[in-house]
């Protein structure tokens, strides 16, 4: 079964939404969506409630920093998308290095409401982000899904989607990286924008 989600920037008159979705584990152990956009000994003296400000702030802020999926008026998923310099973890990152010096735009932490999973809702945000980045001036969009080869991982594993669902959407495959996921290898997938 697929749904067909109407998508949203997260501004601050959609933060209740983003929080009833994340509920009170802030998505998963008090993150908020944070991991990626502090260094890592940031994020790790950080906490739930500040993540979950930090990313308050960023809601509120001149670009949003993510998209919502609202399925009958409900939001039912999420991705983050910006600039690649704004995820520090990343810009850091020792194993997911920029292949080459395009700046690019990056679709990262994809959250789906458990009972929405399977029915195209990340598909849908994925899409919609790249359009967002578009119309926001990027030239082209990465992402850095795990390659699942038909098996089964666990939906943790998968926070940032799968290559399969990036091919589906116009990605191409640039690099294998050395960062895992669930055991899984990262894959650099870009895809232009046409700008």
């Known amino acids: 079964m697929t749904d067909t989600p109407e998508i949203h920037p997260l501004t601050s008159d959609r933060w209740d939404d983003l929080a009833a979705l994340f509920g009170k584990s802030g998505a998963f152990s008090g993150c908020w969506c944070m991991y990626w956009r502090m260094p890592s000994k940031a994020f790790s003296a950080s906490s739930g409630e500040r993540n979950r ?15 919502l999926a609202y399925v009958d008026g409900q939001a039912v998923g999420w991705t983050a998308v910006g600039p690649r310099e704004d995820f520090q973890r990343l810009q850091n990152s020792r194993v997911i290095k920029p292949v080459d010096d395009m700046p690019v735009w990056c679709v990262l932490c994809f959250f789906i409401h458990r009972k929405y999973r399977g029915r195209g809702i990340g598909q849908a945000l994925l899409e919609a982000a790249v359009a967002f980045a578009a119309e ?54 870009r895809r232009d924008t046409g700008r």
């Open 53 to 67: 400000e930090a990313l308050r702030a960023l809601a509120g802020g001149e670009r949003a920093p993510g998209l």
């Open 136 to 189: 926001h001036g990027a030239q082209a969009v990465e992402g850095y899904p795990i390659r699942v080869e038909g098996e089964h991982v666990g939906d943790w594993a998968v926070y940032t989607g799968t290559v399969e669902m990036f091919h589906k959407a116009g990605f191409r495959e640039l690099a294998v990286t050395e960062a895992r996921s669930g055991g899984k290898v990262r894959v650099v997938m």
